[in-house]
């Protein structure tokens, strides 16, 4: 049997109107990989902070290589070798990889020994990094390897990851799993945090499932297929996506010859962008992300003006339009950061719901604002959803990811889009919840309305797509339909082989 690394018993952490954790017991072995498994809202958050110091139980006991474990703070737990890579970077763009490495230290070295150091390490474990490079200028798999490594050079005995595939390549996602059995075999344990089963099974050795803040199983991954994790998370049958026969229809958007500068330094250019999409129509757009994907949704939604002709809805250029003025003609878009610029932290889910549901949902007449028709609102989002929280009178930041990220794509989906663009609609979500979103999306394309889904799953835009093009380097392929695509296709599309090379592989494929 695997020695014992760190025995979690009874932990019990309780917030106004909810308990976050209930009695939670289970053991993680030297050099395992276990996988901590939920839905959304379960507790998983929650679990990890406490074994990180961030959150202190309110009963419940820790053991880390049989001695009593309590960090008061993330540094205590640090000192006693637990590190943790979390689901949203905490990085500064226009600084070095050094010296984003050095603010992660209780004491850094001098920085010429400290990038030494980080050469080291990064080439030892397969993630190599160049010290003086500027954060801003990394993709987002290479920020990644900045948290890991900056977690490795602390020589962790634990090792938490919390949804760290989310923003990878396939390519990229291999290298991490290389890298976390090489870790795995040299003693650390690794807490494995993800909603991508088929990668559970890949990696982890075994998994506690969560629901409702209690422990309901363990399984081990590589005998349990994901359909069946999936629903020991949910307790039930997991329901696939289904769409019905509909009819589409006419062009409901259109850009032509778009080209916008990035707001952002760090950002990317639209270059020459042109698309339509048309009612009752899916049209999804892969890309690894930083190729400009968030320029693209800012451009749709608004929040990026271009040339007025550049954007037409319905045959009216609407390039020059606002996000409020665009949703009066019903273009409603969901942006990728939920916590910040899709919802703002501080405020309830009321006035969330009516940040984006005023105009569409008559929520305000005349300068003045209807709360009570904003918490009817609120609370249709929340039942519809099944958006885990205690009321509508809760912050946003209070509620965990995948939570918010339902609430802030039924927000949308409930005002009756005409065209309705979202990027990354899944991100972080549980699978019983992803198959939630993806349903409503597909629904809604059913009913008429046109959907730009922009997601690096390229699963899901397989799933629920019509068509599909890729966007590289600010540049948006010809769209191809969706069915039939294979996954070598795809790669060239999204590595900017958008014609001949791609004809290519159609005309062997047939040969064959």
């Known amino acids: 049997m695997t020695e014992t690394l760190l025995k979690i018993e009874r932990l019990t952490k309780a917030y106004p109107g909810v308990v976050a954790n209930d009695n939670v017991s289970f053991d993680i072995g030297v050099g395992e990989v276990h996988a901590l498994l939920g839905e959304n809202g379960a507790g998983k958050s929650t679990l990890v902070k406490m074994i990180y110091g961030l959150v202190k139980p309110d009963s419940g006991t820790m053991t880390l290589r049989g001695t009593p474990f309590a960090p008061a703070e993330p540094r205590a737990a640090r000192a006693d070798g637990i590190a943790m890579v979390f689901q949203h970077f905490s990085l500064f763009e226009a600084l070095t990889v050094a010296e984003n490495v050095a603010l992660g230290m209780e004491d850094p070295p001098q920085m010429r020994d400290l990038a030494r150091r980080i050469t080291e390490v990064s080439e030892a474990y397969g993630l190599p990094l160049d010290p003086s490079r500027i954060v801003g200028d990394l993709s987002a798999g290479e920020r990644q390897r900045v948290e890991i490594i900056r977690c490795l050079l602390q020589d962790p005995k634990l090792l938490i990851m919390d949804e760290p595939t989310s923003v990878l390549t396939p390519q990229e996602v291999e290298i991490l799993f290389q890298t976390l059995r090489k870790l795995s075999s040299e003693g650390t344990a690794i807490l494995y945090i993800s909603h991508k089963l088929e990668e559970i099974r890949a990696l982890c050795d075994n998994a506690t499932i969560l629901r409702l803040g209690k422990n309901v199983g363990t399984c081990v991954p590589r005998d349990t297929t994901a359909k069946e994790m ?258 070598e296709q795809i790669g060239l599309m999204l590595g900017g082989a958008h014609g001949m090379e791609v004809a290519h592989i159609d005309t062997a494929e047939a040969r064959t």
């Not at 305000?364 to 885990?388: C, H, M, Q, Y």
């Not at 809760?394 to 005409?418: C, D, H, T």
């Not at 730009?452 to 797509?465: G, P």
């Open 230 to 487: 999936a629903e020991l998370m949910v307790g039930g049958t997991l329901q696939i996506p289904t769409r019905k026969p509909g009819e589409v229809g006419e062009i409901a958007m259109e850009i032509s010859g778009l080209s916008v500068p990035s707001p952002s330094e760090f950002g990317t250019s639209l270059k020459d962008v042109s698309i339509q999409v048309r009612a009752g129509e899916i049209l999804g757009v892969g890309g690894v992300a930083g190729n400009g994907q968030d320029e693209l949704l800012g451009v749709l939604s608004g929040e990026i003006l271009s040339a007025p002709d550049a954007v037409q809805l319905h045959g009216q250029p609407v390039g020059r339009l606002g996000p409020v003025a665009r949703r009066r003609l019903g273009l409603l878009a969901a942006p990728e950061e939920r916590l910040g610029h899709a919802a703002a932290p501080n405020m309830s889910l009321t006035e969330n719901a009516l940040l984006t549901g005023a105009v569409r949902e008559g929520l305000e007449r005349n300068g003045f604002l209807s709360w009570p028709k904003a918490k009817t609102f609120a609370e249709r989002i929340i039942e519809t959803f099944d958006v885990r929280t205690p009321g509508p009178e809760n912050a946003a930041r209070s509620l965990s990811g995948g939570n918010l990220q339902k609430f802030v794509i039924g927000r949308e989906v409930l005002q009756r889009p005409e065209v309705l663009v979202v990027n990354q609609p899944t991100w972080g979500v549980d699978a019983s919840a992803a198959a939630a979103i993806r349903q409503a999306l597909l629904d809604l394309a059913q009913k008429g309305t046109a959907v730009i889904c922009i997601s690096q799953d390229l699963d899901e835009l397989m799933e629920i797509s019509d068509n599909f093009a890729a966007l590289t380097e600010g540049r948006l392929s010809p769209p191809r339909a969706a069915a039939g695509l294979t996954v």
